[in-house]
């Protein structure tokens, strides 16, 4: 199989929501392999693009205009879904509540939100889903039912669902918000174990101290445009960020990770 030479390539993108002209003239590339954190205030756009790549958002057909994904225009969903996993808020929050943490990981298989009755569940798929709950350390979230777990453990299940086809590419919108600071960790220390095995994360945060050191490349995006991009060396400096979230701020540096504080 060969490689794709674009995991992500949006030009000229207009995308609505509802009424809403989210994106007019958006382009943006990303090479597989190139994991890249997503920055930019509340309603800036960050969702929106990572579902452009998830396939839940559709670009108005126009002329020089195309959002291709693994360098096609029209990707199979079931296929997408093998090669690109997603964890985001809407899966969490709209996922069928009465799955237990095994189902949770197994519905990944079946590109499912959740398990229902007329689906067939092969023993290799418990197996592997079992194999995976195992990797992430949660074997004890197997029988737990969704709706009872805490928002960590949910999250932590769907991460499990995210990788159960074993993807090369993840989408992370948002993966720690809503944690505590032990979850934040042991999330952070799977994503980035997860990219030292060659993974390409796109991540959407608005915690630039949970931004992996593995992630080098950081992309600002405000009021649906891309205001600037490039490696985080040069993008997360104390400039930047002030004009990004319009307040002045001061950014330092500790093995790897960076701390945005108020000036
Ligand atoms: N379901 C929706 N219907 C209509 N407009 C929407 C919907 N979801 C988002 N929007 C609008 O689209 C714009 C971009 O939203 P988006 O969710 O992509 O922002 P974001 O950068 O992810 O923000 P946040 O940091 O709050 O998650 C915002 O102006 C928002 O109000
Ligand atoms: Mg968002």
Redesign the pocket.
Known sequence: MTTPSMLLDIHNATV?????K?FDGFSLTVEPGQSTA?I????????????LLSRELYPVVKDDSHVRILDQDRPILWELREKIGLVS?DLQQGFVPDVSGLGVVVSGLHNSIGLFHYQDVTEDQLCRGRQVLEELGIQNLANRIYRKMSTGQQRRCLLGRALVHNPDHLIL??PTSGLDLNATYHYLNTIRQLLQQGKTILL?T?HIHEIPPEIERVVF?ED?KVLADGHKEDMLTDEWMTKLFKMPLKVSISNGFYQVLPA
Do not use: M, Q, W
């Not at 609505?16 to 809403?20: A, G, L, T, V």
């Not at 309603?43 to 929106?48: I, M, N």
């Open positions: 609505f929501r509802d009424n809403k989210v997503i930019g205030p509340n309603g800036a756009g960050k969702s929106t693009l990572l579902k808020p919108d948002e959407a608005h995006i649906g």
